[in-house]
């Protein structure tokens, strides 16, 4: 039986690790609505609560970093000798959601809480809301 070359062996590896990594969205970049179950409390005992699917933004957005330019080097005494552009999945729009609260003796109280509605790469913020 004839060998495979080592190139052919070396093709047949990557398009197995190409074609592998297509099913996987996460790493795509971009920012999604990702849904996860929230409850919620009316309280620390739990005297009222309900669950809801809420919305949130997940996934991957693009950054770079690269040597300063010249004049940026000079402005900076020479200290800032790397520049990073970065973006993160951010929430762009927001949308309130009853939830419904089952209470002790058959009561129930609805409490409004805020899903994502838009999601987008946007600048990084330590606190945007």
Same mark, same amino acid.
């Given at each position: 039986? $004839? ?31 990702? $849904? ?5 409390? @009316? *309280?620390? %005992?739990?005297?009222?609560?309900? @669950? ?23 402005? @900076? ?24 609260? %089952? ?6 109280? *609805? ?10 790469? *946007? ?7």
């Amino acid at each position: 039986m $004839p060998m495979a070359s080592p190139q052919t062996l070396l093709f047949c590896l990557l398009f197995l690790v190409v074609t592998e990594g297509w099913g996987q969205q996460a790493a795509i970049p971009g920012c999604h609505l990702h $849904p996860f179950n929230v409850t919620v409390r @009316s *309280d620390r %005992q739990g005297t009222c609560q309900g @669950s809801h699917v809420a919305q949130a933004c997940v996934g991957h957005c693009e950054s770079s970093a690269f040597p300063s330019r010249y004049s940026v080097l000079v402005a @900076s005494g020479y200290r800032h000798n790397v520049t990073s552009i970065s973006q993160c999945c951010t929430i762009t729009g927001l949308r309130k959601v009853k939830v419904q609260l %089952q209470c002790g003796g058959g009561r129930r109280e *609805d409490l409004e809480i805020f899903t994502a509605r838009a999601c987008q790469c *946007d600048m990084c913020r330590l606190s945007r809301y």
